[in-house]
């Protein structure tokens, strides 16, 4: 039987910050897909499938700042076909319901957390955990969700003075998780991570993909990441032609794609469905790769 995208909904308790983390979940299973609602989008998908037999790398998805859970849906579905597990949380206060903590310190200390009990809940939940390859975890993150997976994965970053109570940079207190493998950065933002050794324990296997016409994040992020770490942490870097911040989004439907809703917009000529279309495809091959490197 042809392997499926297997999907459910749950919830974690981020108790430092007293919030609910909303989870959406994606992984191989064999059960039937059927059109399914996933909050406000249609997706085809085996809703409380079982997973299927076997055991698969983890991989968690941080979105950006004021995203949600279901920004990069299709991505998740690609790579749960592919054979892997796919946990996308819902960071509390940065989120298109709530993103009151935008632009906060506490923000930055909050979002790399959220991942790791992110990856604690996926290995202690009864239905993944025995199907879970034991340190083969990868974390992707958009735009400040790339922010996020370098400071899980080892980085420091500083918080800018515009982002503290007494208007003075501070260091972000972030505690690393050495179960992360690899990273997949998506026009990620970076210059909390500026200061010099800032990136200097981040050695992991890294692909970073910028958009060409992207002004949010331009290709100066991506430097950052690629002169901070150090010089034999295996970095590959793409600038996808034409694409713009939001193009790494998954494309949302017809009734939602509007000029008064940027998250939807591209650059001129830019074919979001056909990019996504091969999206899946690259990132898999990169953590495959990267994972079964650190298996053997």
């Not at 249609?42 to 004021?66: R, Y």
């Not at 050495?178 to 210059?191: E, F, G, S």
């Not at 008064?260 to 996504?276: E, L, V």
Request: glycine share 10%; proline share 10%.
């Amino acid at each position: 039987m042809a392997r499926t995208v297997g999907c459910r909904s749950a919830e974690l308790v981020d108790r430092e910050r007293g919030a609910k983390v909303p989870l959406l979940v994606m992984y191989p299973s064999s059960a039937p897909e059927r059109p399914e609602r996933i909050g406000p989008y249609a997706v085809s998908v085996a809703m409380e499938g079982p997973v299927e037999a076997g055991t698969f790398p983890l991989v968690i998805v941080s979105h950006g700042s004021g995203g949600s859970r279901f920004t990069h849906r299709v991505l998740a579905a690609g790579l749960a076909r592919q054979g892997f597990v796919v946990v996308l949380p819902e960071h509390p206060g940065n989120n298109r319901d709530n993103n009151e903590l935008a632009g906060t310190h506490t923000l930055l200390a909050d979002r790399p957390r959220q991942v790791r009990h992110a990856i604690d809940w996926a290995s202690a939940d009864e239905a993944l955990r025995a199907h879970l390859i034991p340190g083969a975890v990868a974390v992707i993150g958009h735009s400040l969700g790339g922010y996020t997976a370098l400071a899980v994965a080892g980085g420091r970053p500083w918080a800018a003075a515009h982002e503290t109570p007494d208007r003075q940079p501070h260091p972000v207190p972030v505690t690393p998780d050495a179960r992360v493998k690899a990273l997949v950065l998506l026009a990620p933002a970076t210059p909390w991570f500026m200061a010099p050794g800032a990136l200097e324990a981040v050695r992991v296997p890294i692909l970073i993909l910028t958009g060409e016409k992207d002004e949010m994040a331009p290709a100066w992020h991506a430097e950052i990441v690629k002169r901070g770490v150090p010089g034999r942490t295996p970095v590959e870097h793409r600038t996808v032609p034409n694409a713009g911040h939001y193009s790494f989004l998954s494309p949302f439907p017809m009734e939602r794609t509007s000029a008064a809703f940027p998250p939807s917009q591209d650059p001129p000529g830019f074919d979001r469905i056909r990019f996504h279309e091969g999206l899946g495809n690259e990132v898999g091959t990169f953590l495959r790769c990267a994972l079964l490197d650190v298996r053997h």
